[in-house]
């Protein structure tokens, strides 16, 4: 970055620029946590149980892509630009195109292999090294565009609206788009819909990750880290910082609460609602309670502490799921009223927790003395992706089942436990992070103020 030329102060284009980046991110993430099993499971006639098993596979690989790009982005030389953002540029194309080759309806008729066979390769190549290859630096950036806890707070905040507006378009858009209804009045997934519907989201990705680019600036100068990479080094990071596994374990089972849900929408409105529509209006619910939320969670954070307001909210989605699954609905709106409660408090972590990581970040380095930005942002990643292949697993294991196929999906028995799974499988895994926030993860609202100021006073040399 620029020696010579003072950066221009934080401010709201770096907001909105870092909100284009999850925006993108979340055009291919979220379009596989939402789709990527019905159109395997209803288009190309593969188990729910395979496709949960790959998806949970694949992050053996993960294992090792996410800690080796973490180490890449810290021993990345600082450009003009700064540390992380030219990777965002890099990798925006590669993770477009191979999040639209997973949804090839073209090899449809194709033997049973092949298609397991592409399957597992566009999605490994997909998720455990373009998505990676984005990701990670782009999470690591929020660091580094400033110090202060309440601007990393914003970033957060704004980082969750635009990934919440790419949700809203891939669950209000294409639900509209790639059903048709049959004679039985049944809502069928079109596979060659759906493969256009995820051209249209790859574009729209590259597009959001080059405005992140454009409108954003580094100011935190992070060097480049030169020491050699030691893996028992990195596992007494992970054993010793209680706050980094915390944030971990967390992290992990909101994924399992909040892409359970996503997924299960797939299946609970078309099959159970007999309304493909249903997803597209709590897509419409879930963004507006998003920027509701918005609009005070930073100070609420501030005062009340990260850590405070999101075990409250995870409380309210805990109770709201358990009603849900208690008075087994047949009324949409009914559910889709208890559905915006949920999401509520699922606002609460959502909106908090990218700053979360940085205040571990700052934690590491009160008590170590290093920085290494990228190699904790990949460790987070990878439970993030973890929380994913575990919400896909649990969900394709317990579809299996309740016996669901392509040709049963609309057996009276079938759809009762499609219900079961949407209100139980997110239930548990907000039961999860309480119990992760509340008993694991120490860093209090009192305890990262104390941090900063430790930063702070290093930082001027004081």
């Known amino acids: 970055m620029s020696n010579t030329k003072e950066p221009r102060p934080f401010g709201m284009r770096d907001k909105i620029g870092y909100a284009f980046g ?106 455990s090294v373009c998505y990676t290859g984005v990701n990670i630096p782009y999470g690591s950036m929020a660091s580094a565009i400033s110090p202060e806890p309440r601007d990393r707070q914003s970033l957060s905040t704004w980082r969750s609206i635009g990934a919440s507006m790419a949700g809203m378009i891939i669950g209000v858009v294409l639900p509209l788009v790639v059903y048709y209804q049959d004679e039985a009045g049944n809502q069928i997934m079109s596979g060659p819909k759906m493969t256009l519907a995820a051209l249209g989201c790859s574009i729209a990705a590259v597009v959001c ?31 010793k910082n209680r706050s980094l596994y915390g944030i971990v374990i967390s992290a992990l089972f909101l994924l399992l609460a909040t892409l359970s849900l996503g997924g299960m929408g797939s299946y609970i409105f078309p099959n159970y609602f007999k309304s493909a529509a249903g997803m597209s209006l709590t897509s419409v619910v879930g963004v507006v309670i998003v920027l509701i939320c918005a609009a005070f969670t930073t100070p609420l954070a501030m005062k009340v502490g990260k850590k405070e307001i999101s075990v409250f909210g995870a409380i309210i989605s805990v109770a709201a799921f358990l009603i849900a699954y208690v008075i087994h609905t047949d009324n949409m709106m009914v559910f ?46 990878f439970a993030r992706k973890c929380g994913q292949a575990l919400s896909s697993g649990i969900t394709g294991l317990l579809l299996t089942i309740i016996g669901y196929t392509a040709a049963t999906q609309n057996d009276p028995k079938v759809v009762d436990g499609i219900y079961d799974i949407t209100c139980l499988a997110p239930a548990l895994g907000f039961i999860l992070v309480i119990i992760g926030l509340v008993f694991i993860y120490p860093l209090n609202r009192k305890k990262v103020e104390e941090n900063a100021a430790i930063l702070k006073e290093r930082r001027e040399g004081k």
């Open 22 to 127: 999850d925006f993108g991110n979340d055009f291919t993430f979220i379009l596989s946590s939402m789709m990527l099993m019905k159109f395997y499971t209803d288009v190309m006639g593969v188990s729910a149980a395979l496709v949960g098993v790959m998806m949970m596979a694949a992050r053996f690989v993960d294992a090792v892509t996410d800690i080796t790009m973490g180490q890449i982005v810290d021993r990345s030389r600082p450009t003009d630009k700064g540390k992380f953002a030219p990777w965002i540029r890099r990798m925006a194309g590669p993770v477009a195109v191979a999040s639209f080759l997973m949804y090839a309806s073209w090899f449809a008729n194709m033997p049973m292999g092949f298609k397991i066979f592409w399957m597992f390769f566009t999605y490994i190549l997909w998720g």
């Open 209 to 239: 990750y080059m405005l992140c680019y454009s409108l954003t600036t580094e100011r935190v100068k992070v060097e480049q880290k030169t020491s050699k990479f030691s893996m028992k080094e990195l596992v007494d990071t992970l054993i």
């Open 336 to 381: 889709i009223a208890l559905y915006a409660v949920a999401y509520l408090g699922q606002a609460f972590f959502t909106l908090t927790c990218w700053a979360m990581i940085t205040d571990v970040i700052d934690d590491i380095e009160v008590r170590t003395g290093e920085r290494s930005d990228g190699t904790v942002y990949a460790i987070y990643s």
